[in-house]
């Protein structure tokens, strides 16, 4: 691998990861405007490439048509589309050299191409089948690659971009269902960070030795927990209990013990035929989910918080202050989110900001790894 090779990884990467973190914002502004289902079909919105521009186009007579809600769902495919175009680069880049990783993700992506196709015609059950093959090939593909980490995540980024448009497609057809709704966010996420690692290991972010392993452990913790904390966020908003307290804050309509139903809260599954837009669960279990995600947040703050003050004390001065600075900005966010009624920008940027604190943890987990391990340096050795 040529110096020139790896700094073509680093340049894709780095635009594929600001890129996601941008589609990550645009999803949730779509989600939160209530745009999820303004357009019942998928790819196409209401049969068409773009979307129809007057209501009298429409095919659908029993669903109102909102032409400034469906531009934002058919771009947000659009844009997700191009995303899934640079990690289909940057996956054939990463595993060109190895003939049976390079294949497997070709085929993975003719695969996936080909079940959207028989989506579109119908054909449901074979469109499943050759989407969990076009999954499955990219990641067998990483774990078979004779690369470092870098190369490895790049591969499994087209996986899992490739089950991201499936839950994209899901939360179309199963009416907003939350656990899809909530997997999609997970998937947007998780997309975001696999190619944000990747850019930071591609540019030579690490340790210059293995001094700093004890904190490993405790910045993956961090990560887990963060989410946990993401997930939760994303089962408020698909629930729409965003404002199940009402605007108080710290205390819940008025209580500290408001009445709250966390079994019915907390039931993943409920079948399916069931339209999801607006939510269908009482208030005792929007409160209960309302609760527990503030409570997530407590004990993310707490250890979070802890975890900023011992990455100082190690030596990674800026990168515990860039935790703890995202961390109180995305608290001050969450709270204005509630006191203020959950308005769009402000609730868009409380989403854009849990990817802005992944990421400051990604760097801090890079940062605890050798650099030595990173291919980057072993070219520029060889070809030094």
């Not at 079948?271 to 993310?300: C, F, K, P, T």
């Not at 600075?325 to 402000?346: A, D, R, Y």
Request: charged share 10%; proline share 4%.
């Amino acid at each position: 691998m040529s110096v020139r090779s790896v700094s073509i990884l680093r340049g894709l990467s780095l635009f594929a990861a600001v890129f996601a973190f941008g589609l990550v914002m645009f999803g949730a502004f779509v989600r939160l405007s209530n745009a999820g289902l303004s357009c019942p079909d998928w790819p196409t919105c209401y049969g068409a490439a773009t979307w129809p521009e007057h209501a009298q186009a429409v095919a659908i007579p029993d669903r109102p048509y909102e032409v400034h809600k469906a531009w934002r769902e058919q771009v947000h495919r659009m844009l997700a589309g191009t995303l899934g175009v640079l990690v289909l680069a940057l996956a054939l880049f990463a595993a060109w050299r190895q003939r049976w990783a390079r294949v497997a993700v070709i085929l993975g992506a003719v695969l996936a191409a080909a079940g959207v196709t028989m989506y579109m015609r119908g054909e449901h059950v074979w469109s499943s089948g050759l989407a969990m093959l076009s999954i499955l090939l990219p990641l067998l593909a990483a774990i078979s690659l004779k690369r470092p980490a870098a190369w490895k995540v790049s591969v499994m980024a087209l996986a899992v971009i490739i089950f991201q448009a499936m839950l994209g497609m899901w939360t179309v057809t199963l009416l907003l269902k939350p656990i899809v709704v909530m997997g999609h966010l997970l998937g947007g996420m998780t997309t975001f960070a696999l190619l944000a690692y990747a850019a930071l290991r591609f540019a030579g972010v690490g340790a210059a030795d293995n001094h700093l392993a004890d904190m490993r452990r405790a910045v993956t913790i961090g990560i887990v927990l963060l989410a946990c904390q993401i997930a939760l966020g994303g089962w408020t908003s698909a629930n729409y209990a965003a404002l199940a307290c009402g605007t108080d804050f710290p205390t819940c309509l008025g209580s500290w013990a408001p009445p709250t139903d966390f079994h019915q809260g907390f039931i993943l599954w409920r079948g399916i035929g069931v339209n999801y837009e607006g939510g269908v669960l009482d208030m005792a279990a929007r409160s209960a989910i309302q609760i527990a995600h503030r409570i997530g947040a407590l004990v993310v703050f707490c250890y979070l918080g802890w975890l900023s003050h011992r990455l100082a004390k190690r030596g990674l001065r800026f990168g515990g202050m860039a935790v703890a600075v995202v961390l109180v900005t995305q608290v001050l966010l969450g709270i204005s989110n509630v006191h203020f009624g959950l308005p769009l920008p402000v609730a868009t940027l409380h989403n854009g900001c849990a990817a802005l604190l992944l990421f400051t943890l990604l760097a801090n987990l890079a940062r605890t790894q050798p650099r030595r391990d990173d291919a980057i340096f072993l070219a520029a050795r060889m070809h030094g």
